[in-house]
């Protein structure tokens, strides 16, 4: 298995739109949501994707043998710390290590970078898959924890109990 990070490039621009849409949709499932397909979608991940080439970020198209099969978005916040700000692989392409070795590469490029000591990532407390990954790479020391308020009807239907608090999810 070969897995390479690739410096976004123009040429992926018009795929690489398509995960970012997939990579949000897939968020809105986590939360039972169905996710809204329309020209909005477009326009938003387009957004996104200018925000990921800004200064301050670095955005990897993933290949698997030669393939394009997804992203890795990298963000430098300030300080030591880099940040795996976003990962996505192609749904039909997971579960081969694709993502392990991505953010294992993405570790080595921070790592290259004088001064950064460490990376974060967040990750959404549904996202079971994703935290048991990070957690076997090594990804165990708590650092923020960020509290959200919805400001309409919270529709969390899960809850979970940490430092003696409760909070849904």
Not at 51 to 77: K, Q
Not at 134 to 141: E, M, R
């Amino acid at each position: 298995m070969t897995v390479v990070l690739e410096e976004y490039h123009s040429r992926f621009r018009e795929e690489t739109i398509e995960r970012i849409i997939r990579f949000f949709g897939y968020h809105c499932e986590l939360r039972g949501k169905k996710p809204i397909s329309d020209e909005k979608n477009h326009e938003n991940a387009a957004v996104n994707l200018s925000s990921w080439t800004s200064d301050g970020h670095e955005l990897y198209v993933i290949e698997y043998n030669e393939r394009s099969v997804g992203f890795l978005h990298i963000g430098y916040r300030g300080g030591n710390v880099a940040w795996i700000e976003d990962i996505f692989v192609d749904e039909t392409m997971r579960r081969k290590g694709i993502a392990t070795e991505a953010i294992k590469l993405a570790e080595e490029l921070i790592k290259s970078k004088p001064g950064y000591d460490a990376v974060c990532l967040e990750v959404v407390p549904r996202n079971l898959d994703a935290m048991r990954l990070y957690h076997k790479l090594g990804y165990d020391s708590l650092n923020m924890i960020t509290v959200r308020k919805e400001l309409y009807d919270n529709n969390r239907d899960k809850k979970i109990a940490l430092f003696g608090l409760d909070y849904k999810y």
